[in-house]
C-alpha cells in the first residue's frame, strides 16, 4: 500500500490552520498509517494523528447506499480540522489508502462528479493534456516533459474543469527527506 511521503505529510501543513508539522511529527505520523490494520486500526490512527495536529477527533462520510455496519457505509474517515478546506489526513475506504489534504475537495468530487477526489484529480489532468493535444497545443508528435509546454493553457483547462491549481514555496534553506 501506497502511503504519503514524510515530505508530503509536512508539506502540506506549511500553510494550515494547525500548527506547523515538524520532521518528528510528520514522521510518526507516517508510521501511524503504516500500522493501522482495519476499521478500528485506522480509527485509533486518526485519533492520534488528530491529537499531533490539533485536530477535533476523527469523522466518518457515509456512502448512498448502506452496506451495513459502520465501516461498509463510510467512504472516508479523515481527521477534522475545523475548516472543510484546511489540510487534513484522510483515509479513503474504497481503496484502503490513507491520503493528506482537503476532504471537502474529495467530497465535491465525489458528489458532483461520482469519483473519489483522487479519480478526479488523476483524471482531469489527463483529460486536459488530451485537450490540448486535440487543439494542436502540444509541439508535435513525440514524448515531452512538462517543462516543454506552456503552462499558461493546461492551468487554465485545469480550472475550467473544476480543478483549482495554487503553488507552496517551501523554504530553500532546509533539507526535506522524501
Not at 7 to 23: H, Y
Not at 28 to 49: N, P, Q, S, W
Not at 75 to 104: C, E, H, Q, R, S
Request: hydrophobic residues 40%; contains cysteine; aromatic residues 10%.
Amino acid at each position: 500500500m501506497a502511503y504519503p511521503s514524510v515530505q508530503t505529510i509536512q508539506s502540506a501543513f506549511i500553510n494550515s490552520r494547525c500548527s506547523e508539522v515538524d520532521l518528528a511529527t510528520a514522521k510518526h505520523i507516517r508510521k501511524l498509517m503504516e500500522e493501522a490494520r482495519g476499521g478500528r486500526g485506522v480509527e485509533d490512527a486518526l485519533e492520534e494523528i488528530s491529537k499531533l495536529i490539533g485536530g477535533f477527533g476523527h469523522e466518518v462520510i457515509n456512502g448512498g447506499d448502506n452496506r451495513g455496519g459502520f465501516w461498509q457505509n463510510a467512504v472516508l474517515a479523515y481527521v477534522n480540522m475545523g475548516d472543510t478546506y484546511d489540510a487534513t489526513i484522510y483515509y479513503d475506504t474504497d481503496k484502503g489508502t490513507f491520503g493528506v489534504g482537503a476532504w471537502g475537495g474529495w467530497v465535491e468530487a465525489y458528489e458532483r462528479h461520482g469519483v473519489q477526489g483522487t479519480g478526479w484529480q488523476t483524471g482531469v489532468p489527463a483529460a486536459c493534456a488530451a485537450i490540448m493535444l486535440a487543439r494542436g497545443q502540444v509541439p508535435g508528435a513525440g514524448v515531452y516533459a512538462p517543462e516543454q509546454i506552456d503552462p499558461a493553457p493546461f492551468l487554465a483547462l485545469m480550472t475550467e474543469q473544476g480543478t483549482p491549481w495554487g503553488v507552496v514555496d517551501l523554504p530553500a534553506d532546509e533539507q526535506l527527506p522524501i
